[in-house]
């Protein structure tokens, strides 16, 4: 037996084998920990979690490790590894004060510190078990050994075969041909600290092109995980769906900043257009005015149309507050914690000190005060949202075509309760800004509350191709939308690829117990029903029901007797 340098025990040769740690007999295939008389039932990215780490008992595993090998280039939450881990220690019933099991290290990571050893296979009636749950788990460990291109082409074919493309209005090949992803600039400078400039640059045009209504832009978090990755142009179109790719590169010397940028035909891999501009930092704004337009003129011109569009005035005039906007921007988008929040609160004030017409800086302002409310980080969350109003309306004061403001208006409507109102806001953030995909995903949510679920389909549908590597919530609500519609084995599908990304989300399992119990998968459902127990013991169906404010009675009453024929009747 190889043992490790802390002496903890044999790494299992083959991790999906039956392996022990502690005395808990680890069985993956069916996903069971059991000890004795004592047994559990872990989510499939759970115990890979724990597979992984066994084989490295001792050893010190960061969580972008843990991210890169579990979810495999999937886009997850940040406490995706977190809620993980917190699943583990609640199946070991171990204390993460004084671990036995598993041992979180302060920005380190996470460590295995009990002993793992392998076991034999086990019996005919565990080996029938275990075909059992594979039978059962089969689709989602497909799905998770699929690669990202599948996905996203499965994404581009739902939406390109879609009623989206008629009823929302950017219609088959056309949008194809106009469709374009701007992917992180490169920092050149040598220092790390320069690569919120960067950052906010790339923010900035993918804002100022996504404002043309011939084109179709890619959203942010899309294009943002293309950041310090090696570039292959051709792969990166066609996992994006796009036919144009905008990329370049930001170097400061002094106080002078040179910026090049190159706008390529992914197919051919043709340079349509490249320029490098210099210029000290307050002409930075009129360098991605000047840009932006570039782009939109050379795309005209090789696929017609693209009249000159007005791209508004530059956000401010002052470079001061230019830099703190966009040192702000960048804590804002980490969506980690309260603290960060309050730091890019902090940035956003400064920025309206030093230019107090800064509508952006507003904007951005406002929504640090609902994302204050909606993570329980405000110690008044409605006193959060009526703040969150009415710094948006003093943004949309100052610039009437700010999409952001109306985005954030609604979404503090929302969470007020206020739902009339807040499917105004996020209709006026659409028509501003056709292309900004979690405005979609807030008017989906709005219109199938309304009992308009089949509009609010096709809004998913449009987000999901505008942002096609979509945080775990886009899912969810596609999912929803599926529900209401009585699409049942769609929305399994929906929410089972929501919680390949989440494990841990209480609402997904909610919905996915649902869905279950309405398709006849009664067994199927009161497992599920047994996940969100184990992750809320206190579950209550009726604070889950005012969680979800369906205007048709119908609607709701759908939805809670899935609830009952799923076992969830608390």
Not at 108 to 118: D, E, F, I, M, N
Not at 260 to 281: F, K, P, R, T, V
């Amino acid at each position: 037996m190889h043992m490790n340098e802390q002496g903890v025990g044999e790494t299992p040769s083959n991790p999906a084998r039956v392996f022990s740690v502690a005395g808990w007999v680890v069985d993956p295939p069916i996903g069971r920990i059991s000890r004795g008389d004592e047994t559990a039932q872990l989510e499939p990215k759970v115990m890979e979690v724990l597979e992984y780490l066994a084989c490295r008992p001792g050893q010190v595993v960061s969580r972008e490790e843990l991210e890169a090998a579990v979810w495999r280039s999937r886009v997850v939450g940040y406490d995706a590894v977190t809620n993980a881990i917190i699943k583990l220690r609640k199946a070991f019933k171990d204390d993460p004060r004084h671990p036995q099991i598993i041992e979180t290290l302060s920005k380190r990571g996470y460590r295995l510190v009990a002993p793992v050893g392998q076991l034999e296979e086990r019996t005919e009636t565990a080996n029938h078990d275990r075909a059992r749950a594979q039978t059962r788990n089969r689709r989602i460990r497909v799905g998770a050994a699929t690669t990202l291109v599948v996905l996203v082409a499965a994404v581009g074919a739902l939406f390109w075969q879609s009623p989206w493309k008629t009823t929302v209005g950017t219609g088959g090949d056309q949008a194809r041909l106009k469709s374009i992803a701007v992917l992180p600039f490169g920092n050149l400078s040598g220092d790390r600290d320069q690569d919120y400039f960067a950052d906010g640059l790339t923010d900035d045009l993918i804002t100022g092109l996504a404002k043309n209504p011939d084109l179709l832009v890619i959203a942010r978090d899309s294009a943002f995980v293309y950041k310090d990755q090696p570039l292959d142009v051709r792969q990166v179109a066609e996992r994006l769906n796009v036919r144009f790719v905008l990329h370049g590169s930001v170097r400061w010397v002094g106080r002078r900043v040179r910026i090049n940028a190159q706008l390529i035909e992914a197919a051919s891999g043709a340079h349509l257009w490249a320029e490098s501009y210099d210029g000290e930092m307050g002409a930075v704004l009129n360098m991605q005015d000047k840009i932006t337009q570039n782009i939109i003129s050379a795309l005209a011109v090789k696929v017609g149309g693209g009249e000159r569009q007005d791209l508004g005035t530059p956000l401010t005039h002052s470079a001061e507050a230019y830099d703190h906007f966009l040192r702000g921007r960048q804590h804002f988008y980490l969506y980690l914690n309260r603290a960060e929040n309050k730091k890019a609160r902090e940035l956003f004030h400064k920025a309206i000190q030093s230019d107090p017409s800064f509508a952006m800086a507003y904007a951005m302002l406002a929504w640090t005060h609902v994302f204050d409310a909606m993570n329980g980080w405000s110690d008044k969350p409605e006193q959060s949202l009526r703040d969150a109003n009415d710094l948006a309306a003093k943004a949309i004061s100052l610039q009437k075509t700010l999409p952001v403001a109306y985005f954030v208006a609604g979404l503090a409507y929302r969470e007020r309760g206020e739902y009339v109102k807040a499917l105004v806001e996020a209709e006026k953030a659409i028509q501003y800004d056709p292309n900004y995909a979690t405005a979609h995903v807030l008017l989906a949510t709005l219109l199938y509350y309304a009992g308009r679920p089949q509009e609010g389909l096709e809004r998913i549908q449009k987000s999901i191709q505008l942002n096609p590597h979509h945080p775990y919530n886009y899912s969810f609500h596609l999912g929803q939308a599926y529900y209401i519609l009585q699409r049942y084995g769609e929305a399994i599908e929906a929410f089972k690829s929501g919680i390949e990304s989440n494990p841990t989300s209480e609402r997904l399992h909610v919905w996915l117990a649902a869905a279950y119990a309405q398709s006849g998968d009664i067994e199927e459902a009161k497992w599920e029903a047994t996940q969100v127990l184990t992750l809320n013991p206190g579950f209550s169906r009726v604070r889950i029901q005012k969680a979800f404010p369906f205007k048709n009675p119908a609607d709701r009453e759908h939805f809670l007797d899935g609830l009952r024929k799923a076992g969830l009747a608390q």
